[in-house]
């Protein structure tokens, strides 16, 4: 039972983590790493103390799917996603169901004999197949550099719904296969199971989205918007596992969770009024945060290192870097390459990114927990904590770190003037601001709507100013640094002429220095050029 000392503790380090996280994406790394170490850090220092700390993970684990899921529903574009709606779908059923079957039989057949049996390697790839954008989103955005908008569609629409898909396939599918629950599997009962969790995930997060988005326009004045939105996911995620206690076993949370905030961002095509967004997906943001700094921190926290060091446990160390590397460079890439081999608008580039984006996060640590919780067997569920904490830790580290490299490499990055932007938002608020001067010039707003609007619309202008100046600034900067440099280069391509010409250096040497400064300062003149048209995201 823990204190409040103890909890006390671990809040303070969820608060660390916070920043953390912040400072990871400052400097364009994946954020989830530094909040592991911090929950091993943790761990140790609970241990020294003597302390002890019970944390639900099975239930922060679905709470931090529900709020995650239902984010990525209310925050995902669905007119871009029509685009490329094909793809997406394909990758989020079929894709997942490749990625789980052909990790789960190369884990099963390159894993030592004994290690890891069939049934386990299945769930393991299933666990492991969902992705997670959200982290290498973060690592793109902070990194300066923004994809092509097909491939950021296509990668966000898979993440929405591969994570649903893959909890449904883990919970009905594989799990059982595991623990043992419900005997021999009838795979014609598992396809019904995931048939019917499909479409009444759907039908769920209508319902939800429906009467929530009502409660939130009929009483969602000041702070009561911030609950109902918070309240929405877990609703419709409880909701949704309410089924899971009927004898045929239904699975909808995820999906009802997804499917409410898609529903609610679209509330005009359900019948409503349009639900105020912006605050909706702020809240959202936040809470899913939370939740996100929580799970990663305590699944830190909860692995069982004394576990590692029984002599026949240290081979799983060796396992799960056999995983991460079947599971990045086989199975992903297989299961995607077979899954668009149809779509003829898609290049080899392109299929390549989206099977090296593959990243994996947050959906795959939660599912974990969620599967090792139904599972009786300490030592199989100690195995799989190991195998996805170790396959975890290296996809962020290795794809979440290069994705951006490699965008850049492949020539997949949208050239984007960064000032010419922010220029452009500060003059449509500019037109909407004397737009609503001129209504209430003209009697058509009340005076105290007007004062507030304009309040915000004046605020916004000066924060994108403010923007503005900042980005310029830098540009200014950083082509006077190119100026210096060029000249250094100069001067220096300048004293080896003189010690050629007065014979002190042969003409091989100063040959080979005339080159590399001549590359030096042609390289100069390529980003200056770049930095005076605004294409920023190629440096």
Not at 197 to 222: C, D, H, K, N, Q
Request: proline fraction near 3%.
């Amino acid at each position: 039972m823990a204190t409040g000392f103890e909890l006390y503790i671990a809040v303070v380090f969820i608060i660390v983590g916070a920043i953390l996280a912040k400072l990871a994406e400052e400097y364009s790394f994946p954020y989830p790493i530094p909040l592991i170490v911090l929950g091993v850090g943790l761990q140790f220092l609970f241990n020294a103390l003597g302390l002890t700390l019970d944390v639900p993970l099975e239930f922060l684990a679905q709470l931090t799917l529900a709020s995650v899921l239902f984010y990525a529903g209310l925050t995902m574009n669905i007119r871009e996603t029509r685009s490329s709606i094909r793809s997406v779908m394909l990758l989020a059923t079929l894709g997942v169901f490749l990625t789980s079957i052909i990790a789960g039989g190369t884990i099963a057949i390159f894993s030592p004999v004994g290690v890891i049996p069939l049934t386990v390697a299945l769930l393991v790839g299933a666990i492991l197949s969902p992705t997670d954008p959200a982290a290498l989103f973060s690592v793109l955005e902070s990194g300066g550099v923004r994809v092509k908008r097909k491939l950021f569609s296509i990668l966000e629409g898979e993440a929405v719904f591969n994570d649903a898909t893959a909890v449904i396939l883990v919970i009905t599918g594989f799990l059982p296969l595991v623990s043992g629950s419900s005997g021999e599997q009838n795979w014609l009962i598992v396809i019904g199971q995931f048939a019917g969790s499909m479409g009444l995930g759907v039908a769920l997060g209508l319902g939800v989205a429906y009467g929530m988005g009502r409660l939130i326009l009929t009483f969602g004045e000041g702070s009561n918007t911030s609950i109902f939105t918070a309240a929405t996911p877990i609703l419709a995620y409880g909701i949704g596992e309410v089924f899971s206690l009927l004898p045929i076993e239904l699975h909808p949370g995820a999906l009802a969770a997804v499917f409410a905030g898609i529903f609610m961002a679209n509330s005009r095509r359900i019948g409503m009024a349009v639900l105020p967004k912006k605050s909706m997906r702020g809240v959202m943001k936040n809470f899913s945060l939370v939740f996100e700094l929580a799970i990663f921190t305590f699944i830190g926290f909860t692995l069982d290192f004394a576990w590692f060091l029984v002599d026949d446990n240290i081979v799983f160390v060796g396992v799960g870097v056999l995983v991460a590397i079947l599971v990045i460079f086989i199975a992903r890439p297989v299961s995607v390459f077979l899954v668009t081999l149809t779509d003829a608008k898609m290049n080899m580039k392109e299929r390549f990114f989206i099977s090296w984006a593959g990243v994996k996060g947050v959906a795959s640590a939660a599912l974990g927990a969620i599967a090792i919780a139904g599972i009786a067997d300490a030592n199989t569920g100690n195995g799989i904590n190991a195998i996805i904490f170790i396959v975890v830790l290296i996809s962020l580290i290795l794809q979440g770190i290069t994705t951006p490299i490699i965008a850049r490499v492949l020539n997949l990055i949208e050239e984007q003037d960064a000032a010419q932007e922010i220029a452009s938002q500060r003059d449509a608020t500019r037109y909407a601001l004397l737009h609503l001067v001129d209504q209430y010039t003209e009697g058509k707003v009340d005076s105290s709507i007007y004062t507030i609007l304009k309040s915000e619309l004046e605020e916004e202008i000066f924060t994108l100013e403010d923007e503005l100046r900042r980005v310029v600034s830098e540009r200014r900067a950083r082509l006077k640094m190119l100026e210096i440099r060029e000249e250094i280069f100069r001067e220096k391509l300048s004293y080896y002429q003189r010690e050629y010409e007065q014979g002190k250096i042969s003409d091989f040497v100063f040959e080979v220095q005339r080159q590399e400064l001549q590359a030096e300062m042609d390289e100069i003149e390529t980003v200056r050029r770049q930095l005076r048209s605004g294409k920023e995201s190629d440096n």
